[in-house]
């Protein structure tokens, strides 16, 4: 028990490390390890010799706390140069990964060999743009299956180019409770972002360069080899993703499907697949050895048949974690295999209770970041409810039924209960993660496990094998086809599945006491059988599944400024209704805010519904995430200074699907001057346009900006300007009207030198201004100019590009605001 305890140590000590503002340095090093000394002198004083061993889970946890930290300032030493950021470098590198094709890029990690400057970090990720960008719509629908876009060499792990690259040290939006996209740069070892200018130059190829770059490259030549097969295919990129662990080709309603009904992982390359290939490698392996010779005698006389068919699946089984891409699913899977095989072959006991900390210790050792990752988490808590629930100690074996029926009744009933209980077991990892729980999950594996497990994914496998040979191209096709046929049928009752309301139900982000008594639940309830009111311990999940974050009270308001990069996004609550300003950019036909970031918050704040949403104008960076938020939430009112209903139709037909209308909102009204209401104390007034919208939106960018609607929030204790991108002329009328001091103002136009005049800034007298705006944006938004004017005006200047997400909070005690960058800090944060 005491290793067991020093592994968890050792992982446990390693994810702490991950939650420091700052590494510790070594004066803080040297006082920690004097006061473990001490501590250690103690124990022995007290408890004598023979219980030192009650010290090793202390030591352990130093290592791991040593280890993490020493490997993370090697990490970060690893960056780029300040002089470098934002500037030109001439970079020779190598592909070091499978590139991602897009309709109108290409990214890929790359391994630099040498640059000019010097100061560019060893491992970057770089996206290659096309020559003719067909904009934020791009080529919806028309996109070629096999990757051919016009503009684009063909890109393949080893390949050694010559590139001019605008390089930036990495960084991503940070929204409370969101996906951290700067973290999984950095736990991916990816030091760098750069965008290609002018032409690449291909100096040579090597293949042969490392194990990885050779694995990358296997996976290159299986894609190429089954594109042809998957083309036109409805969901051949499921196929792909199946086979060799590339789901970047997978659309996004896609994902939604597999979210909503709990079947995620069985789109990627799971365990499960993996043990199967695994498993059929050893069986033909032994088949094999227990009838062959060597010079007149047999094989299994120089090595057991056994010892043969264990090497062999671990064999194989390394190989295809390798083809998968080796991530932290496939990695566990190898471990845990391996330490199976292992114990197997040197006749030592094994249990889950054993396995588990063994496989998460070594994937923790060899790679900390992996607990930075979600798929960590799932992957070991569902191994771990498998496990508990099919060995719990005590229950009763029972006599063998007789008939074929009946054993087949009990094993789909175990199969059931199985499935239930990783349903129930994960629901508090998936609420903490995606705050969205799926209550299809269960009905949906009972049918998708089989035929994904068993037909669709060997299929895949088979049609990527025959794909590379010569001669087996009839093979391949039919392999395909058949596949993908199955998954076709599949997805029929998945689909409708996922359309249901009933298919899942958000879950709001928890504190951190309601997630931990969650997971002591699960703990107690896969304990063994015997033990008392163990079924009851279910009930300890509740808190954390159904957790209603505190609303504000009558005549306050919490209002937050998303960080949605050169957009605009502000959410505003009061006690029992909830406001969207703005919604967000479409950065591509298959991305926008949002679907993003503006989605994933409500949810995170267990907000189902929007009672208001103002879109201010019709820019794209404005009004682009409205048809994924219509979408997924209902929408009660709509006001915005131009046709929403119009510009839905147009978007329509740029992404391809013309006359395809998301549910509209109950009521669609244009925004005006003195149009207004009232709720929860909370006054609601438009200060801007004079006059109502045309019926469609204007033509000119800057007549579009000059009519944008203007929203004034009144609170029983503090007020908020939302000026949209008005500018300075716009600002100078709204003075001539009487424009009243307030609180909280949303920097006109992102920060634009065109707007927050002196006049206008020394009128409102506003305490907080906000400047939504993304990191090193070509615009130059915010202007240096505006924030020092409004610094000098005593107002404290937020800004999402550097603070992250803003929040503000009104309440009788005073106005409250923070960053989130500086509201949860961590050590790799801009580095």
């Given at each position: 028990m005491t290793g067991r305890i020093c592994l968890l140590a050792f992982v446990a000590a390693t994810g702490a490390a991950h939650g420091l503002p700052y590494l510790p340095d070594h004066v803080i090093w040297a006082g920690a390890l004097a006061l473990a000394v001490l501590v250690s002198i103690a124990v022995f004083s007290l408890a004598g010799r023979h219980r030192w061993h009650v010290l090793l889970p202390l030591w352990a946890g130093i290592a791991g706390l040593?280890?993490?930290?020493?490997?993370?300032?090697?990490?970060?030493?690893?960056?780029?140069?300040?002089?470098?950021?934002?500037?030109?470098?001439?970079?020779?590198?190598?592909?070091?990964?499978?590139?991602?094709?897009?309709?109108?890029?290409?990214?890929?990690?790359?391994?630099?060999?040498?640059?000019?400057?010097?100061?560019?970090?060893?491992?970057?990720?770089?996206?290659?743009?096309?020559?003719?960008?067909?904009?934020?719509?791009?080529?919806?629908?028309?996109?070629?299956?096999?990757?051919?876009?016009?503009?684009?060499?063909?890109?393949?792990?080893?390949?050694?180019?010559?590139?001019?690259?605008?390089?930036?040290?990495?960084?991503?939006?940070?929204?409370?409770?969101?996906?951290?996209?700067?973290?999984?740069?950095?736990?991916?070892?990816?030091?760098?972002?750069?965008?290609?200018?002018?032409a690449p130059l291909l100096l040579r190829d090597e293949p042969w360069a490392s194990l990885p770059v050779m694995a990358q490259r296997a996976r290159h030549r299986v894609r190429a080899a089954m594109q042809p097969y998957l083309a036109g295919k409805r969901y051949g990129a499921v196929l792909l993703a199946l086979a060799i662990g590339d789901q970047a080709s997978v659309e996004a309603s896609d994902w939604q499907v597999f979210n909503r009904t709990g079947i995620t992982h069985l789109v990627s390359i799971s365990g499960s697949h993996i043990t199967m290939i695994a498993a059929l490698g050893g069986s033909l392996a032994f088949w094999l050895w227990r009838r062959g010779r060597l010079r007149g005698r047999a094989l299994a006389e120089r090595l057991p048949a056994q010892v043969a068919a264990a090497l062999a699946a671990l064999l194989v089984a390394w190989l295809y974690c390798l083809l998968a891409g080796w991530g932290v699913p496939a990695r566990r899977t190898f471990l845990m295999l391996a330490v199976v095989a292992a114990a197997y072959l040197l006749r030592l006991p094994m249990d889950a209770s054993r396995l588990l900390p063994l496989a998460a210790f070594a994937v923790v050792l060899l790679d900390p970041w992996a607990l930075l990752a979600s798929g960590f988490w799932l992957s070991f808590g569902a191994v771990a409810v498998l496990m508990a629930s099919a060995g719990?100690?005590?229950?009763?074996?029972?006599?063998?039924?007789?008939?074929?029926?009946?054993?087949?009744?009990?094993?789909?009933?175990?199969?059931?209960?199985?499935?239930?209980?990783?349903?129930?077991?994960?629901?508090?990892?998936?609420?903490?993660?995606?705050?969205?729980?799926?209550?299809?999950?269960?009905?949906?594996?009972?049918?998708?496990?089989?035929?994904?497990?068993?037909?669709?994914?060997?299929?895949?496998?088979?049609?990527?094998?025959?794909?590379?040979?010569?001669?087996?191209?009839?093979?391949?096709?039919?392999?395909?086809?058949?596949?993908?046929?199955?998954?076709?049928?599949?997805?029929?009752?998945?689909?409708?599945?996922?359309?249901?309301?009933?298919?899942?139900?958000?879950?709001?982000?928890?504190?951190?006491?309601?997630t931990l008594l969650a997971l002591l639940g699960l703990c107690l309830a896969s304990t063994p059988r015997g033990i008392p009111s163990r079924n009851m311990a279910w009930l300890l999940m509740l808190p954390a599944l159904l957790w209603a974050p505190k609303r504000p009270p009558e005549g306050g308001w919490d209002l937050y400024a998303l960080d949605v990069g050169q957009a605009g996004a502000i959410v505003i609550q009061t006690a029992s209704h909830v406001l969207l300003f703005d919604t967000g950019l479409r950065s591509s036909a298959a991305s926008d805010d949002g679907a993003r970031a503006i989605l994933p918050f409500l949810r995170s704040q267990g907000i189902r519904k929007l009672d208001v949403m103002v879109i201010s104008h019709a820019d794209i960076d404005h009004a682009g995430g409205a048809r994924s938020l219509l979408q997924a939430l209902p929408v009660g009112q709509s006001y915005s200074s131009f046709d929403v209903r119009g510009y839905l139709a147009r978007e329509a037909r740029l992404l391809g699907a013309p006359g395809q209308l998301p549910p509209l909102p109950l009521a669609m009204s244009p925004c005006g001057q003195g149009m207004g209401w009232r709720v929860d104390g909370v006054a609601f007034e438009f200060l801007w346009p004079l006059e109502p919208a045309a019926a469609s939106p204007p033509a000119q960018d800057r007549q579009r900006n000059s009519r944008g609607c203007v929203l004034r929030v009144r609170g029983r204790h503090h007020s908020i300007l939302l000026p949209g991108d008005i500018g300075a002329a716009q600002e100078a009328s709204l003075l001539d009207r009487g424009l009243q001091p307030v609180d909280v103002v949303l920097a006109a136009h992102h920060g634009s030198r065109n707007s927050s005049s002196r006049q206008f800034v020394d009128a409102v007298q506003a305490a907080h201004v906000i400047a939504q705006a993304g990191w090193w944006n070509r615009y130059g938004h915010p202007s240096p100019v505006v924030e020092r004017r409004w610094q000098d005006a005593g107002a404290a200047f937020w800004r999402t590009d550097r603070d992250g997400a803003v929040t503000l909070r009104s309440r009788a005690t005073g106005l409250s605001a923070h960053g989130e960058r500086q509201f949860a800090p961590r050590y790799w944060q801009g580095q």
């Open positions: 040593l280890v993490a930290v020493a490997r993370a300032e090697h990490r970060l030493a690893d960056s780029l140069d300040s002089a470098n950021e934002n500037r030109v470098s001439r970079v020779v590198l190598r592909v070091a990964a499978l590139p991602r094709l897009d309709p109108d890029s290409r990214q890929f990690e790359a391994e630099v060999i040498s640059s000019m400057p010097a100061g560019v970090p060893s491992r970057i990720q770089v996206t290659w743009a096309a020559p003719d960008w067909a904009g934020p719509y791009g080529r919806a629908g028309r996109a070629p299956a096999d990757g051919g876009y016009a503009g684009f060499a063909e890109l393949a792990p080893g390949q050694v180019w010559r590139m001019s690259l605008t390089l930036k040290k990495p960084h991503g939006n940070r929204n409370p409770h969101a996906f951290d996209y700067e973290s999984h740069l950095f736990a991916q070892g990816i030091r760098a972002t750069g965008s290609v200018r002018g719990w100690w005590g229950r009763p074996l029972g006599p063998r039924p007789a008939s074929r029926w009946r054993r087949w009744r009990l094993l789909l009933a175990k199969a059931a209960g199985l499935q239930l209980a990783i349903t129930a077991g994960l629901m508090p990892l998936l609420a903490l993660v995606f705050h969205e729980v799926s209550l299809a999950a269960p009905l949906a594996n009972a049918y998708a496990i089989a035929l994904v497990s068993l037909v669709i994914t060997p299929l895949s496998l088979l049609a990527a094998g025959a794909a590379l040979v010569p001669g087996l191209e009839p093979l391949a096709a039919a392999s395909a086809w058949l596949g993908h046929a199955v998954l076709e049928i599949m997805m029929a009752p998945t689909a409708w599945l996922a359309a249901s309301g009933a298919a899942s139900f958000t879950a709001a982000a928890a504190p951190p006491w309601a």
